[in-house]
């Protein structure tokens, strides 16, 4: 019988690790190390730091990012319950009603509304609304039809034909904004 040789030698590191496996001293190390260690820092609720060239807090037990936009995030977010009354928010009119007065449809804005009739405000208060409306009715539509101008794009329109707006000549989008400059000039004499 040929006898078997061992082709592999033991490191100092291996018989330590052993005889610390033998002993039952599962956690001793074998080895030094040395170099970078990361130093972790922790942080509570509320805390506000900079990390890697962004800006992080700790809300609600969670990290995040702290952006620029975080507050038109908070303006537009609707909560559960109306801040006035307290009353759960699940009328279809209370996300509207929450974005023009800040609260819920109903009772809030009916009794804010029955208050004003109450004064004698409630026609200024109606005029004032529908003004808005009407102004931002405005903007969106100038800058609709001029942004079209510039695109160059087609649309396709509700009976399916496609309108190119590329190809329009000189005389022809004067004559446009013409009858754009007449319809918002009336509609402007309303709002006064």
Not at 117 to 128: F, N, S
Request: proline share 2%; with cysteine; net charge positive.
């Amino acid at each position: 019988m040929s006898e078997s040789l061992l082709k592999k030698e033991f490191k100092k590191s291996d018989v330590q690790r052993i005889r610390n496996l033998v002993n039952k001293d599962y956690t001793a190390s074998t080895k030094t190390q040395t170099g970078y260690k990361k130093t972790s820092q922790f942080y509570s609720e509320g805390d506000i730091w900079e990390e890697n060239g962004k800006t992080w807090t700790i809300k609600n037990g969670l990290k995040q990012n702290v952006t620029k936009l975080d507050s038109a995030k908070k303006a537009l977010r609707m909560p559960l319950t109306c801040p006035k009354c307290g009353k759960p928010m699940k009328h279809h009119l209370d996300k509207k009603m929450y974005k023009v007065h800040g609260f819920c449809f109903d009772p809030c804005t009916v009794e804010y509304e029955a208050s004003l009739r109450k004064a004698g405000l409630y026609e200024q208060y109606e005029k004032r609304m529908m003004s808005g409306n009407i102004a931002g009715h405005i903007k969106d539509l100038e800058g609709w039809i001029l942004d079209s101008f510039e695109d160059g794009s087609s649309y396709v329109t509700e009976e399916g034909d496609v309108e190119d707006w590329g190809g329009i000549s000189n005389e022809y989008k004067k004559k446009i904004l013409d009858d754009l400059k007449n319809y918002t000039d009336l509609l402007r004499k309303h709002i006064t």
